[in-house]
T-cell receptor, first 116, second 114 residues
Framework: DADVTQTPRNRITKTGKRIMLECSQTKGHDRMYWYRQDPGLGLRLIYYSFDVKDINKGEISDGYSVSRQAQAKFSLSLESAIPNQTALYFC???????????????FGPGTRLTVL | AQTVTQSQPEMSVQEAETVTLSCTYDTSENNYYLFWYKQPPSRQMILVIRQEAYKQQNATENRFSVNFQKAAKSFSLKISDSQLGDTAMYFCAFMHPNTDKLIFGTGTRLQVFP
């Protein structure tokens, strides 16, 4: 079974709809991240959470919100979807290690979202 | 702010040949990490190799190696004996250890031809 799972894998929605992307992990990691991938732009950080009570904005948080329901679950919401939010969305996790050392990020399989 | 630049949107190589993908970055930090990720058509993000900035020795993982030039802020990936399965998008990424946040380049699409 995959350590980091994302649901749904693919989603088509309409402008103005509220949509939630879910991420679950069985790695026991405290840190979780949401990234967005657009063609020609690479991956950009939307939100990140270092533990259940810690939520931080990333580079491109406008139009998005998140919820850390438990250590293992981190959800990304689009309150009112718009076409330029069409993208591939990745969740990632990492250990709650010492900041002076490297903590590898493990990525989920991605969710392809299309907003019509 | 840190930035990562990949100036080659697309590259191609024949099977069994060697190819080098370029990456430059900008930072004022002295301690950081650099990575190459592979994204095949399955779209899964796969860590290929990483380099700690405090290490002078270039990292190597089987057919994958890097040329890390700290002063020039350059971090290229060399793939030797290219295989059809190496066909993918490759992303260069930077991480400052105090943030744990990855900053990605725009990617290089590599096609390996038989």
């Amino acid at each position: 079974d995959a350590d980091v799972t994302q649901t749904p894998r693919n989603r088509i929605t309409k402008t103005g709809k509220r949509i939630m992307l879910e991420c679950s992990q069985t790695k026991g990691h405290d840190r979780m991240y949401w990234y967005r991938q657009d063609p020609g732009l690479g991956l950009r950080l939307i939100y990140y959470s270092f533990d259940v009570k810690d939520i931080n904005k990333g580079e491109i948080s406008d139009g998005y919100s998140v919820s850390r329901q438990a250590q293992a679950k981190f959800s990304l919401s689009l309150e009112s979807a718009i076409p330029n939010q069409t993208a591939l969305y990745f969740c990632a996790t990492s250990e709650n290690g010492d900041f002076s050392s490297y903590n590898e990020q493990f990525f989920g399989p991605g969710t392809r979202l299309t907003v019509l | 702010a840190q930035t990562v630049t990949q100036s080659q949107p697309e590259m191609s190589v024949q099977e069994a040949e060697t190819v080098t993908l370029s990456c430059t970055y900008d930072t004022s930090e002295n301690n950081y990490y650099l990575f190459w990720y592979k994204q095949p058509p399955s779209r899964q993000m796969i860590l290929v190799i990483r380099q700690e900035a405090y290490k002078q020795q270039n990292a190597t993982e089987n057919r994958f190696s890097v040329n890390f030039q700290k002063a020039a802020k350059s971090f290229s990936l060399k793939i030797s004996d290219s295989q059809l399965g190496d066909t993918a998008m490759y992303f260069c990424a930077f991480m400052h250890p105090n943030t744990d946040k990855l900053i990605f380049g725009t990617g290089t699409r590599l096609q390996v031809f038989p």
